[in-house]
């Protein structure tokens, strides 16, 4: 017998029928003899639309209350999942993500899990129940107010979980066929993955590739549990995410994130002590920073440029203006229009000059890169959010393409 742990998404739970058709598919691997622990998310853009109507009563909510506001999303898919599987004749019990003892530091909207006390799920799994539990969510022991784990996070919480079970794999259920080369519904060509080792899919996660979010994998990797992304809405096979895979190409995928803003702080004194200044001031407002470009220094002064998650961009933008006087800068620059794109592939460390040739194919295009990061296995660059769907695709193309046989 397995520990199976499972999670659907909010398309796949987006409606009754489709937590019915849920329901079935965990009672087949209940009743193939599986120990089973579900992960839901909250019902289709059951997130969002708590978020807006937020914004209708509040300007400026806190971080609790937003946290308790959006843990019941989860807490409705959970438990109407829960009765639809006692429908069908097999025992079953959801829990919150705080009943199932998920403890978090107190981050809220961005908490990370500290530790999983799971002796109430092991008791119910031994109870023969299927246990259903919230996802995206938590408890910081030391406020007791619940947490959620930033978007995407159920997939976490489901990793995390089969990581405290000792679970033989974890699936995530969604509304995709696996893994692809790129996007799909910009690349006509791509195609799904059969297998991709953690360490791309840290990086396609890192780099916009939605399928999953990037902490998952994390805890994946760390606690080697195979992950297994796949449809919910079919018995095909998806996408493996495991350690070691058969072929190991120079390029796995191209990834693209249309969700950052470039910030770029002009003319400050090319001296020790600047960026610490800066990006501190931006680390203390709990600023994400992704890239970060420092330009050649002309006549001692310096333009930096660094990129943030959009919702991320009003606070960063007063971060920075506020240590404006303190840098000696000229001023400051915003550009919420912009695209990332990237290469992601573990044999790119055995093949030099990829990222000559990726920035070829751009030039080929007339596509203008306005930053460039690197990591041992992904190149990524900025551009035009305009470009960004030929960018994608002439990558694919170039290093993708299938031969056709
Ligand atoms: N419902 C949450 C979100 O939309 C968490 C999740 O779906 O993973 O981000
Ligand atoms: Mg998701």
Redesign the pocket.
Known sequence: MSLVVQKY??TSVGDAGRISNVARRVVETRKAGNDVVVVV?AMGQTTDELIELATQVSSRPTGREMDMLLTAGERISMALLAMAIRDLGVEAASLTGSQAGILTDSTHGGARITAIKGDRVRQYLDDGLVVIVAGFQGVDPASRDVTTLG??G??ATAVALAATLRADVCEIF?DVDGVYTADPRLVADAYKLDEVSYEDMLELAGAGA????ARSVEFARRFGIPVHVRSSFHDGPGTWIKEEVMEEAVVTGVAHDTTEAKVTVHGVPDQPGIAAKLFGALAADGVIVDMIVQNVSTAGHTDISFTVPDEHLEKAQSAAEAVLPELQANGIDVEANIAKVSLVGTGMRNHPGVAADMFAVLAANGINISMISTSAVRISCVIDAARCTEAVQALHAHYLEKEPV
Request: charged fraction near 15%.
């Open positions: 998404g909010g998310s978007r995407g159920s997939d969604t939605g399928v999953l979010m």
